[in-house]
């Protein structure tokens, strides 16, 4: 669904409706974004911002847009507990028309994720695991040592690819991370960049180093013209030639 989706668009930004602001009025602004975007988006990405005030009833509009229009749509919940939460998690997302979840693999297989990702799979979605964060602390959780010397997040790699999952999720601010993570779970995995724009990764470099998508927030949400944002950021993905790979 992504991958047919960034082709017809020719774009593989996708959009993080991170609206802030007085609660009344977010969901108005963040329909008015979807709005001016939503012909050049490769999927849209809903955080707490909108999830915590509205919840996924009161989110039904932009659903619908996204349905529409064929915009997949992608949970940013970082799922990160047992079993039997985690179902409950991604049953009640699919009921709602989300088709990508994003899961925290520290939780383990085993009682885990293991499940959530088979019922993803059943409910027609996608299952995608963080490999690498995007802020500054990032190194301190996902860059410590496993016994064995090596780095968590090429464990979590490895582990998403064994698990089956259907996409990870690397920081935009760490290119030769993306090459690693692409070089482990190979060309079948989707790799989402988050971090362009307002932490400071750049597209291009995303890109270059193997990122199929670029989760874009605040560059575009907060700026004064959501769709010339969006532009830009379609320009530098449409000068790029391809990955050095
Ligand atoms: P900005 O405004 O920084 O928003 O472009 C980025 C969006 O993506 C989320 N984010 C992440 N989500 N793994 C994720 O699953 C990450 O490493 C990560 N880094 C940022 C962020 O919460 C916001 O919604």
Redesign the pocket.
């Given at each position: 669904m992504m991958r047919g989706r960034k082709e017809r668009v020719g774009s593989g930004v996708v959009l993080?409706l991170?609206v802030g602001g007085p609660y009344e009025e977010r969901l108005k602004r963040a329909e008015g974004v979807l709005a001016a975007t939503k012909e050049g988006i490769a999927g849209v990405?809903l955080?707490f911002?909108l999830l915590l005030p509205y919840g996924l009833t009161g989110l039904q509009a932009i659903r619908n847009t996204c349905e529409a229009e064929g915009i997949p749509l992608i949970a940013?919940l970082?799922l990160n507990d047992i079993e039997s939460t985690n179902l409950e998690a991604v049953e009640t997302l699919s009921h709602f028309g989300v088709d990508g979840v994003?899961m925290n693999p520290f939780v383990g297989r085993e009682e885990g994720l293991g499940s959530a990702i088979e019922r993803v799979h059943q409910l027609q979605g996608g299952a995608?695991l963080?490999v690498?964060?995007?802020?500054k602390g990032?190194d301190e959780g996902y860059g410590l040592k496993t016994a064995g010397g090596e780095p968590l997040y090429r464990a979590f790699a490895k582990k998403a690819k064994q698990w089956g999952a259907d996409g990870i999720?690397v920081?935009g601010r760490s290119p030769g991370k993306i090459a690693e993570s692409r070089e482990i779970v190979g060309d079948e995995c989707l790799i989402f960049s988050?971090?362009?724009?307002?932490?400071g990764g750049e597209l291009s470099k995303a890109a270059e180093s193997g990122a199929d998508f670029f989760?874009?927030?605040?560059?575009i949400?907060e700026s004064s013209d959501p769709r010339r944002s969006l532009h830009a950021f379609r320009q530098s993905q449409a000068s790029f030639r391809g990955p050095k790979r």
């Open positions: 993080a991170d990405k955080n911002h940013d970082k994003i995608l963080l690498y964060m995007s802020h990032a999720v920081s988050p971090g362009i724009g307002a932490q989760i874009v927030g605040r560059a949400t």
